[in-house]
């Protein structure tokens, strides 16, 4: 089986076909639904697909409305976690800001990521011994796998229309900005 994460860049190129059309996994087991359509819940059975109601205008879809909505913001911050493709994103809204005639600055938060060897100093007390099977539970925060005082320092450059912070832990950055979660 293949996965996404397993496919270059390059490779997507050669390929021509863009984001959208790739396809992200080799499995026999469904996506998740795009939509979710109400039934009725009167005989109380087993939901397979339950949800919780947010209101209108909290979650969008596609990246058309997504650069619309950081057009009205002007500085955003997108944060995740492991798995999603920043890259991808960048790539996608990068395009789309450049079609409205919008320049962008883009700031990266791996840029301001502790070194491998830092961190595995920091969660060597916490991994247990060689014959242990389970580790120890952390006080570490995610703050502490960044050189957090260089990345609160990062400051939004006002000849760009737009600034962006993309990665992993951009909430952390005390911006007066709000943030999409990916």
Known sequence: MIEASEATENEKIQTGKSMSEYKWR??????LQQHVYESSTEDNSYNSMPYHKLGKGKIYSGFGSLVAWIIEQKNVLIDGYGGVFFSDIQE???KKLEENGFSVKWHFTADYFKSE????KMVKPFLGGAEDVWGFKTNLNLKDFFKIDEFL????DD???INIV???GA????????????
């Open 117 to 120: 060897s830092e961190v595995e």
């Open 92 to 94: 996608e809204v990068q």
């Open 166 to 168: 993309i990665g992993i």
């Open 153 to 156: 320092a990062l400051e939004k």
């Open 171 to 182: 909430g952390l950055l005390n911006w007066d900005a709000p943030s999409g979660v990916f």
């Open 159 to 161: 000849q760009a229309d």
């Open 26 to 31: 080799n499995s026999t087991q469904p996506l």
